[in-house]
């Protein structure tokens, strides 16, 4: 006898073997088409609950997913998988480009698709990315020796990468982004940073960092006391900025954005 699990397996397998291929191939195209439609997750998700800066999307719900090294069951933007650290750069970098008349150049480290996409589509913005692995970026380049000559970018963006790299690049990668920026330039440069001192994982084994960070590859948890003092000493200065200012119409909590403030640096 069937079970009411097994019924619709088995109907579903009989319309198949009835329908002609011929048929059903165009189905499955179009069902993965459509599946990879953005246009259709924002009908799908449609909802006035939240919002999503990065895809301009108002969703019902938001996904639960690992973010800034927590669970959070409201984290990601079902229409473009945003996070809220992605949502809340996008805020900042979007208003302070739109906020200039001149045109400015960007670079990404270790580009997010999401973030990427939109960013490139900024007409005063000249956007180029990078990252460690070839094929996701237009550089492929080690964040502590990048390609490139002295004072060129006017903004830098980079994600959650400073934690992930070993402890003797960190201070490099932080000379290299100061190297390539322009005087004057900005960039966000976002890790989670915990209360206290910087604390090394890297003896863990990456089981070990998946179950409790929900990433393998963490290798340190900044702590407040030496994260911020990292960019001084390589000459930044420290800034923040109101995320209120950057959005004033839509408020941080249909965001999900639990941080009212962005770091940000500025070359001297």
């Not at 006017?154 to 960190?170: A, N, R, W």
């Not at 941080?252 to 770091?263: E, V």
Request: one cysteine or more; charged letters at 25%; a positive charge.
């Amino acid at each position: 006898m069937l079970d009411k699990k097994s019924k619709p397996q088995v109907l579903r397998r009989i319309i198949l073997f009835a329908i002609p291929e011929s048929y059903i191939e165009p189905v499955r195209l179009w069902k993965r088409r459509l599946g990879n439609s953005r246009t259709l997750r924002k009908l799908l998700y449609y909802g006035r609950k939240y919002y999503c800066p990065v895809c301009d999307s108002h969703v019902r719900s938001f996904r639960a997913h690992p973010s800034d090294l927590e669970m959070r069951y409201d984290a990601l933007c079902p229409v473009c998988c945003a996070k809220g650290p992605h949502r809340r750069g996008w805020l900042y970098l979007n208003h302070y480009i739109q906020s200039g008349n001149t045109s400015l150049r960007m670079l990404h480290i270790a580009p997010e698709v999401h973030l990427s996409r939109r960013l490139a589509g900024i007409r005063k913005l000249s956007y180029f990315s990078g990252d460690i692995h070839a094929g996701k970026g237009d550089f492929q380049f080690d964040i502590a020796q990048m390609p490139f000559g002295d004072n060129v970018f006017d903004i830098i963006y980079c994600c959650h990468v400073l934690m992930m790299i070993p402890k003797v690049s960190v201070s490099m990668a932080i000379a290299e982004c100061y190297r390539v920026m322009r005087s004057g330039g900005v960039a966000v440069i976002e890790n989670p940073v915990a209360p206290g001192s910087t604390v090394d994982i890297s003896d863990q084994m990456p089981y070990e960092r998946e179950k409790r960070w929900f990433h393998s590859d963490v290798l340190r948890i900044f702590g407040e006391d030496d994260y911020w003092p990292l960019f001084r000493n390589a000459g930044f200065n420290v800034r923040s900025v109101s995320l209120d200012t950057c959005k004033p119409d839509i408020s941080l909590q249909k965001m999900m954005l639990y941080q009212n403030n962005i770091m940000f640096l500025e070359k001297r």
